[in-house]
């Protein structure tokens, strides 16, 4: 039996994908081993995002050729992509090369390989398909919630992303085939599902008249044995008040919202080519807690972008106070080769960058710790997902409907069940 390795690296809809070609390996009788072991093939699904990810990706390919010379090594996803559009060589050290929409076929790849034995290169022109490469889940890594990837592409074209480059324009799955598959994990037992997607406001652009992201929760909140779903990031447009009070009444939806912001000043969202202004932003958030209960809101921030200044820096660290999110994930500015904000004049210092970023984080520490504690007292739900040690203790541990990661005393492996309980700061972790 050959045994294979698989490493992911990036964003959910890649951890999806490498979790959906596992299990095309897995069907077609390979033996999947951890990525440190000696295997026969090693299949990297790597991310172009930014430069550090192209870098990591290539270590990552490298690794796998160190650990086993004579394995094959596939570099499969967005860097593998990335290269091909910009026609730059990929590592000496691979074999064969899957750009996006093609991991479908790696069965197929790997026996034309395994026949030839010739360097194989499977990328398509990805600018200028439209169609939605088509993959499936019947189990997940994670035992309890259950990642879906509905959606891939995007159109919008920020000053600083690469990513409509090497994943393609925008592209959605049919309800019909989210449902399908979402009904066979429900029948595995799975408990919770997280829409999710490249762009995932978007789906449903390229279908017919009546499909949208709204159409596709009220389909998949219909499905027996679901209990929760979440959402991937969402783009502020999204949010209007159809949209909101119509998803506030179902009672499956966790009140958990990751809007994308990027900058809360209003002169860096448009160098950023990000189409909305800070108080449109506002007015989104304003929404979401219209309609539910202290949702848990959560966002992205750059820092450092290129002419960022001083005074536009502390505009965006202004209005992320004034928003008040649960979390808020800071990024430095990370320049990368093929975007617009590349070439920008007034790239910003590395030290520059990291005071904004450490500044942004103390921020964000405290902001998280009010909200956390803001649940003290209150009856919570909670899926345990997995039994874990904390301080030589065997606990359970598990998150709330707006996230909030809880821990509960006990080795009794409760693994999968909903749970109400009241909330303690010792169950916060």
Same mark, same amino acid.
């Given at each position: 039996?050959?045994?294979?390795?698989?490493?992911?690296?990036?964003?959910?809809?890649?951890?999806?994908?490498?979790?959906?070609?596992?299990?095309?390996?897995?069907?077609?009788?390979?033996?999947?081993?951890?990525?440190?072991?000696?295997?026969?093939?090693?299949?990297?699904?790597?991310?172009?995002?930014?430069?550090?990810?192209?870098?990591?990706?290539?270590?990552?390919?490298?690794?796998?050729?160190?650990?086993?010379?004579?394995?094959?090594?596939?570099?499969?996803?967005?860097?593998?992509?990335?290269?091909?559009?910009?026609?730059?060589?990929?590592?000496?050290?691979?074999?064969?090369?899957?750009?996006?929409?093609?991991?479908?076929?790696?069965?197929?790849?790997?026996?034309?390989?395994?026949?030839?034995?010739?360097?194989?290169?499977?990328?398509?022109?990805?600018?200028?398909?439209?169609?939605?490469?088509?993959?499936?889940?019947?189990?997940?890594?994670?035992?309890?919630?259950?990642?879906?990837?509905?959606?891939?592409?995007?159109?919008?074209?920020? %000053?600083? /992303?690469?990513?409509? *480059?090497? $994943?393609?324009?925008? +592209?959605?799955?049919?309800? =019909?085939?989210?449902? #399908?598959? @979402?009904?066979?994990?429900?029948?595995?037992?799975?408990?919770?599902?997280?829409?999710?997607?490249?762009?995932?406001?978007?789906?449903?652009?390229?279908?017919?008249?009546?499909?949208?992201?709204?159409?596709?929760?009220?389909?998949?909140?219909?499905?027996?044995?679901?209990?929760?779903?979440?959402?991937?990031?969402?783009?502020?447009?999204?949010?209007?008040?159809?949209?909101?009070?119509?998803?506030?009444?179902?009672?499956?939806?966790?009140?958990?919202?990751?809007?994308?912001?990027? %900058?809360? /000043?209003?002169?860096? *969202?448009? $160098?950023?080519?990000? +189409?909305?202004?800070?108080? =449109?932003?506002?007015? #989104?958030? @304003?929404?979401?807690?219209?309609?539910?209960?202290?949702?848990?809101?959560?966002?992205?921030?750059?820092?450092?972008?290129?002419?960022?200044?001083?005074?536009?820096?502390?505009?965006?660290?202004?209005?992320?106070?004034?928003?008040?999110?649960?979390?808020?994930?800071?990024?430095?500015?990370?320049?990368?080769?093929?975007?617009?904000?590349?070439?920008?004049?007034?790239?910003?210092?590395?030290?520059?960058?990291?005071?904004?970023?450490?500044?942004?984080?103390?921020?964000?520490?405290?902001?998280?710790?009010?909200?956390?504690?803001?649940?003290?007292?209150?009856?919570?739900?909670?899926?345990?997902?997995?039994?874990?040690?904390?301080?030589?203790?065997?606990?359970?541990?598990?998150?709330?409907?707006?996230?909030?990661?809880?821990?509960?005393?006990?080795?009794?492996?409760?693994?999968?069940?909903?749970?109400?309980?009241?909330?303690?700061?010792?169950?916060?972790?």
């Amino acid at each position: 039996m050959k045994k294979a390795a698989l490493h992911n690296l990036g964003c959910k809809v890649n951890a999806y994908e490498t979790e959906a070609m596992q299990e095309i390996l897995e069907n077609a009788g390979y033996e999947i081993v951890p990525f440190a072991e000696i295997a026969d093939i090693y299949i990297i699904n790597t991310c172009t995002v930014t430069n550090i990810a192209d870098r990591k990706s290539r270590q990552m390919l490298h690794r796998a050729r160190k650990q086993n010379p004579d394995a094959i090594i596939v570099a499969a996803g967005c860097y593998a992509q990335a290269q091909e559009n910009e026609k730059h060589p990929i590592e000496p050290c691979v074999d064969i090369v899957i750009g996006n929409n093609r991991k479908k076929d790696l069965l197929q790849i790997l026996k034309q390989y395994e026949l030839q034995r010739q360097k194989t290169k499977e990328v398509i022109d990805i600018n200028h398909t439209k169609e939605y490469e088509t993959l499936h889940l019947t189990k997940t890594g994670e035992h309890t919630r259950a990642y879906i990837k509905v959606q891939d592409g995007c159109n919008q074209f920020c %000053s600083y /992303c690469i990513i409509p *480059l090497a $994943r393609g324009r925008v +592209r959605s799955r049919t309800t =019909e085939d989210v449902v #399908k598959e @979402v009904t066979a994990l429900a029948e595995n037992g799975y408990k919770e599902v997280v829409l999710t997607g490249i762009h995932l406001s978007s789906y449903g652009l390229d279908l017919e008249q009546g499909h949208s992201l709204l159409s596709l929760i009220l389909a998949v909140h219909k499905i027996e044995g679901i209990q929760r779903i979440r959402l991937g990031s969402l783009e502020p447009r999204i949010i209007t008040e159809e949209f909101a009070r119509t998803i506030a009444a179902l009672p499956k939806i966790c009140p958990h919202f990751h809007l994308s912001l990027q %900058s809360g /000043c209003d002169a860096t *969202l448009k $160098r950023m080519n990000r +189409r909305y202004t800070s108080e =449109e932003y506002y007015e #989104k958030c @304003v929404l979401l807690r219209k309609y539910f209960d202290h949702p848990a809101l959560t966002t992205d921030v750059i820092v450092g972008f290129p002419g960022e200044t001083e005074e536009e820096f502390a505009a965006s660290k202004a209005f992320v106070n004034k928003v008040d999110f649960y979390e808020t994930h800071i990024f430095k500015y990370s320049r990368r080769e093929g975007t617009k904000a590349a070439v920008m004049d007034g790239q910003v210092p590395e030290p520059v960058k990291t005071r904004r970023s450490n500044e942004m984080l103390e921020m964000g520490i405290e902001k998280q710790r009010k909200y956390e504690e803001s649940f003290l007292g209150k009856e919570v739900e909670v899926l345990i997902e997995e039994p874990a040690m904390l301080d030589g203790r065997q606990v359970q541990s598990g998150h709330t409907r707006e996230y909030l990661k809880v821990v509960l005393e006990g080795n009794e492996n409760r693994q999968n069940e909903l749970v109400k309980l009241r909330l303690t700061k010792e169950m916060l972790r």
